[in-house]
């Protein structure tokens, strides 16, 4: 029994290095959900590594034992572990998990119920407050839709469509990361938002706090309040921030900074019953500075008429901007 807890702790310890890395893939989860959900041990071995991870002990020790065996689902305790986990950077290592001791799951038995998994999405022209039973709050811009992770040992969102504004409750033991395909972006507390403007371009702004944002590849920033980051496929674009506590979309305006035609007329869209459609898709590449009323499809498209020389109609569904 003290051997299968020995490698049950070494596993847990190994899923605590793996799972704090910047990019997790699906499968990569998978893995992580069957396992932990395999015994309600697991989850109290995870729980107090990741304790450990977030004094340094973990860390230390981790470093100190070099090659570990991969993570993974089997609990057999092998030879190789075994020999292994004597070592002196995991005697170090479980000393201190002894002297930690913090528990900080409460009912190991039902573990599934401890995973709840819920999908929010709104129509074009509705926004919504969701309240997450950590004390965050996403805030959906129109024609957006997300689905929401919670577990005892993550919080995750998936930005599937548009864009939301995330106000995130601090936790020491829990991060909180949004993936919005092809951009991850990881904090701990701070209020940020993501946009999923089109299937390349992602647009991430923070209003307070840092977050960390990861593209794959081995690409990868660190975003202070103030400032955020525009992708484009491999093309990257620092943005100003304008200093308020959150994105002038939700009072229903969009601040736009040398900003193609293309993502003022996505995010205009998001806004307004009758959509804004461009005869002519050379003119979604023309840029486009200044604040814009969200709510005002017709002040929106006479302003830029003004500025690049063009014209628009309304139809009985659509409005028309073309030269």
Known sequence: MAQET?????????????????????DTTADFDRWILKDPRHIESYARMQTLWQSGG?????????????????????????ARGRNRGWRRMGQAAALAGILVVAGVAGAPSLVTETQYATARGQTRTVA????????????????VRMAPWSRQ???????AFFDVAHERLRGFAVDAGGAKVSVLGT?????RVDRDTRVIQVYRGMVGVHAGSGRQWRL????????????VRSLKGSGDKRPDWTQGWFEANETPVR???????????????????????LLVT????????KSVLEMVSVVHDLRWRATSDRYVLKR
């Open 6 to 26: 020995h490698v049950i702790d070494l596993q847990a310890a190994q899923w605590v290095d793996r799972m704090r890395r910047p990019v997790l893939d699906s």
């Open 58 to 82: 973990l860390e230390a020790a981790l470093r100190g034992i070099a090659p570990l065996p991969q993570a993974g689902n089997d609990d057999a305790p092998g030879k190789e572990a075994l």
């Open 132 to 147: 997450l039973s950590d004390g965050s709050t996403i805030r959906m811009n129109g024609d957006t839709r997300i689905a």
């Open 157 to 163: 969102v998936e930005l599937q469509r548009g864009e």
């Open 191 to 195: 209020a940020f938002d993501v946009d």
């Open 224 to 235: 202070p309040a103030g400032s955020g980051l525009e992708l484009e496929g491999e093309r």
């Open 263 to 285: 993502q003022l007329v996505q995010r205009l869209n998001r806004s307004i019953d009758r959509p804004i459609v461009l005869a002519d898709p050379s003119i979604g590449a």
């Open 290 to 297: 200044g604040r814009f009323p969200m709510r005002e499809p």
